[in-house]
């Protein structure tokens, strides 16, 4: 269902396609071995999503995992296959006009059921934890930290993946018992691996990374890179020329979005309030300057 007014795309609609999930943000289609992802323009806070979307966000959402999965395509396989309407099966062309732009073909993958996560800054949970305890999903870190502060050196904190609210941080013990040790120091490697070398280049573009969360897959026993990669969904960005720790940072996602729900009073339960215009414009523009910013190129 698209709003041609302000020209987002809400839900997909792939008549005799295979649905097999409506996500926060993507539409999940069967393709016979493969998988079609259809990043929708819907947005979500509070684990609540919203009923009007953002212009161009799932554009931007799959253009720019798009150019991460090429970025890191030397550290490991990913489950990118095409984003180009002509290559998808024929059954599929009929569906171009909400195909294009913002859905990818991928290889269907055994998931790894745990989110990974690297921290090279301490904010969001891990700035609560640490406040209560001096950790972050039970690692120790030095006393005296402040909000947003830079980490001795990031962190892979794992979280297990929730059906519906929130994901829940769990230590790395825990996160070996859910997919055992050798899997879980491999992920974690890679993890860490993955984020120093986007935050190498994020600082190059005048942007920080601040954290980001993977979903790793299996195929033939061999860990791939899947879902959405380093996107303003995933991802915390700063702009660099701003930071200051023991303060807010403006960072590149859906904060306006979530500023204005907290300004209303939102009790974070649905059904979620229409965002003004304004509040869609500006999420909408932080959003396609994140892109710009990380790509060098226009949307």
């Known amino acids: 269902m698209s709003d041609n007014q302000t020209s987002v795309l809400l839900e997909s609609n792939l008549t005799g396609i295979k649905l097999i999930a409506r996500g926060k943000v ?34 931007v959402l799959t253009k720019l995992s798009i150019f991460w999965f090429d970025f890191l395509k030397d550290l490991l396989p990913t489950h990118f296959l095409t984003a180009n309407v002509d290559e998808y099966p024929e059954d599929l062309h009929q569906f171009s006009e909400q195909l294009a732009g913002r859905s990818m073909m991928v290889k269907k993958l055994e998931m790894v059921p745990i989110e990974c996560v690297a921290r090279g800054y301490l904010a969001g949970s891990g700035w609560k934890e640490y406040q209560a305890q001096g950790t972050v999903c039970g690692i120790e870190l030095p006393s005296g930290l402040v909000a947003n502060d830079l980490l ?14 929130h994901d829940e941080n769990i230590s790395f ?11 879980c120091q ?21 942007l920080m990374l601040a954290d980001t969360k993977f979903e790793f897959g299996l195929l033939n026993s061999e860990i791939v890179l899947a879902d959405e990669v380093l996107t ?68």
């Open 152 to 165: 001795p050196e990031p962190i892979f904190t794992p979280a297990t993946k929730a059906l519906e609210g």
């Open 26 to 59: 993507r539409d999940v289609y069967q393709m016979g071995d493969d998988i079609l992802f259809i990043a929708t323009d819907r947005i979500s806070a509070f684990d609540v999503v919203l009923p009007n979307g953002i212009p161009r966000k799932g554009e």
């Open 232 to 299: 303003p969904d995933s991802s915390r960005y700063w702009p660099l020329n701003s930071y200051q720790p023991g303060q807010e940072q403006p960072s590149y996602d859906k904060q306006y979005v979530r500023d204005y729900l907290e300004k209303v009073r939102f009790n974070k339960q649905p059904p979620g309030p229409v965002l003004p215009a304004e509040v869609v414009a500006n999420t909408s523009s932080k959003y396609q300057e994140a892109y710009r910013a990380l790509t060098g190129k226009e949307l």
């Open 186 to 206: 491999r992920l974690r490697t890679l993890t860490l691996d993955i984020y120093m070398k986007a935050q190498r280049h994020a600082l190059t573009c005048g």
């Open 173 to 183: 013990e825990h996160a070996c018992g859910i997919v055992g040790e050798d899997l």
